[in-house]
């Protein structure tokens, strides 16, 4: 008797094997496969009527995918840039599937074939001079929660880094000596170096003089009011938090990337 092969099961090793050890991907991109194939699942089962952990891997086709994706635009709200965002990581898992499951490489391949919806380009914004000014002149470098939103912020303006790339560095990926610069570690674990302005050199040598950790052996260099490492809310409270003090909200889509 032939042995059914659930779909549950090459999911659990894409998430945990294939993406993490093999391709090394960052938690937050391994969350976004994650979130993806849930609302897949979720879905297929009540298409099919049949028990989310007893989904064949052979039923899943590339007309249920595209049924799927018209979903997330139509019931869900979803734009046409995050239906894209879906559409890859399915595909990422499907050409994975195929690989494993000789059997399904016919609809790995037809779902491979789908195409993204177009989507409008957007420019990359920045702050300008007067935001920038506004924005720093607010913040209370007095105390050390000031000094290091200060440092933190003006960071990223510096450096124009992504929210996950200031929450990973340690002390060690920064240099503050005569060739000032920061290691910034990005998607897929690439890695950059950035120079740094003075008035950014500055800022943070401030704060690292004031910079208390819980630990001894915590190495972030941006930490929250208890000594740990600052996540990306408590990042994103601050981007906010600035922008409201300043009326200009904008800075939280300039900033938060």
């Not at 008797?1 to 090394?24: A, D, P, T, V």
């Not at 595209?66 to 734009?79: E, I, S, V």
């Not at 001079?129 to 960071?155: F, Y």
């Not at 610069?181 to 690439?190: A, F």
Request: hydrophobic content about 40%; proline content about 2%.
């Amino acid at each position: 008797m032939k042995q059914k092969i659930y779909l549950s099961h090459y999911i659990r090793l894409f998430l945990i094997q294939f993406l993490s050890n093999e391709r090394g991907l960052s938690e937050n991109t391994i969350l976004a496969y994650r979130d993806a194939l849930k609302l897949l699942l979720k879905y297929c089962a009540q298409y099919l009527k049949i028990k989310i952990d007893k989904l064949p891997c052979d039923r899943i086709d590339d007309q249920i995918v595209r049924k799927f994706l018209d979903y997330l635009q139509q019931h869900r709200g979803c734009t046409a840039s995050t239906r894209n965002a879906r559409l890859a990581a399915l595909k990422t898992f499907f050409y994975y599937l195929g690989c494993e499951v000789p059997h399904c490489l016919d609809n790995s391949q037809r779902i491979s074939a789908i195409a993204p919806k177009k989507t409008a380009h957007k420019m990359v914004d920045f702050l300008d001079p007067d935001e920038l000014k506004a924005i720093m002149d607010s913040i209370d470098a007095t105390s050390r929660n000031g000094i290091r939103d200060k440092a933190l912020l003006l960071l990223m303006h510096n450096t124009g880094a992504r929210v996950q790339e200031i929450v990973d560095i340690k002390l060690d990926d920064l240099r503050l000596d005569a060739a000032s610069q920061i290691k910034l570690t990005g998607k897929g674990k690439k890695q950059r170096v950035c120079p740094l302005w003075q008035d950014t050199i500055e800022v943070l040598n401030a704060y690292i003089v004031v910079r208390k950790p819980k630990l001894e052996d915590e190495h972030h260099l941006f930490l929250n009011d208890r000594g740990e490492s600052i996540t990306r809310f408590g990042i994103r409270y601050i981007i906010k938090k600035y922008g409201t003090i300043t009326q200009k909200k904008a800075i939280f889509n300039k900033l938060w990337k």
